[in-house]
Nanobody, 125 residues
């Protein structure tokens, strides 16, 4: 079993920055792909960003490109999401997700078997 713990959420002013961190523990894989998803009230959980353990390739949803950066440390099984120039529409619960490393970026919730408990990010306008 793999456990994921997120940290770093909170209240941030529009235009500001916040960094979310995710740490994996337990029966982690030698290589772990990690991703961030988010869920706003009344909406479905959506993909935000992902990074592969092999090659460190990244993918972002269009609405965060140029503002968010995902970084991973495969040796430590951690993944951070640096969120810059945040907007009110970024307000959501952010979830870290993990899966065994692969050559393909995954952007769908059911491709990730392991999830954190979520951390709230609220952007004040």
């Amino acid at each position: 079993q793999v456990q994921l713990v997120e940290s770093g959420g909170g209240l941030v002013q529009a235009g500001g920055s916040v960094t979310l961190s995710c740490a994996a523990s337990g029966r982690t894989f030698s290589m772990t792909d990690m991703a961030w998803f988010r869920q706003a009230p009344g909406k479905e959980r959506e993909f935000v960003a992902a990074i592969t353990a092999i090659g460190g390739r990244t993918q972002y949803t269009d609405s965060v490109k140029g503002r968010f950066t995902i970084r991973g440390d495969n040796g430590k099984n951690t993944a951070d999401l640096q969120m810059n120039k945040v907007k009110a529409e970024d307000t959501a619960v952010y979830y870290c997700a993990a899966r065994a490393g692969s050559l393909t970026l995954r952007m769908v919730t059911n491709e990730y078997p392991y999830w954190g408990q979520g951390t709230q990010v609220t952007v004040a306008s």
